[in-house]
């Protein structure tokens, strides 16, 4: 049975883990509001268009790889020893990495065929889909 002075420990850490986590899930949020709003301040209405289905299909993407692979490594492992949860980050950053370079692909042949701003916001994000899920996996993963 845990002492007092071990639950006071135990409820530190989660309550310690809970800001940062809403901290980070702060700075993201307002990061791509930003972004979003300098986007929109900066070019034609065409072009905004284009980087609006872009950001769709980015933060689509996000949700469904954190889904598969971020969520269950935070429920299965959050409790698990030091080198158990290493090696399970490692095997999650690399399947982020994975569906992100898989994602690019799709992204890089949907700009191919496309025309205009769209084609050019695909291609871009085709390009950097790996990095950005990558990213995001380790941002998940400190947190």
């Not at 002075?5 to 940062?20: L, N």
């Not at 191919?112 to 998940?140: E, K, N």
């Amino acid at each position: 049975m845990a002492t007092a002075e071990e639950k006071t420990d135990t409820t530190r850490g989660v309550v310690a883990r809970s800001g940062w986590a809403v901290v980070d899930q702060g700075l993201s949020s307002l990061t791509n509001f930003v972004l979003t709003v300098l986007v929109a301040r900066s070019v034609s209405e065409s072009a905004f268009g284009a980087f609006a289905i872009a950001i769709l299909v980015y933060l689509a993407v996000l949700g469904v790889v954190r889904g598969f692979v971020a969520e269950p490594l935070a429920v299965r492992f959050s409790a698990a020893d030091e080198s158990e949860r290493l090696g399970a980050a490692r095997s999650a950053a690399g399947a982020g990495l994975l569906a992100g370079a898989a994602v690019g692909i799709v992204l890089l042949l949907i700009g191919a065929v496309a025309d205009g701003d769209t084609s050019r916001v695909f291609v871009a994000l085709g390009v950097c889909m790996p990095g950005l899920v990558l990213q995001d996996m380790w941002r998940f993963i400190f947190v």
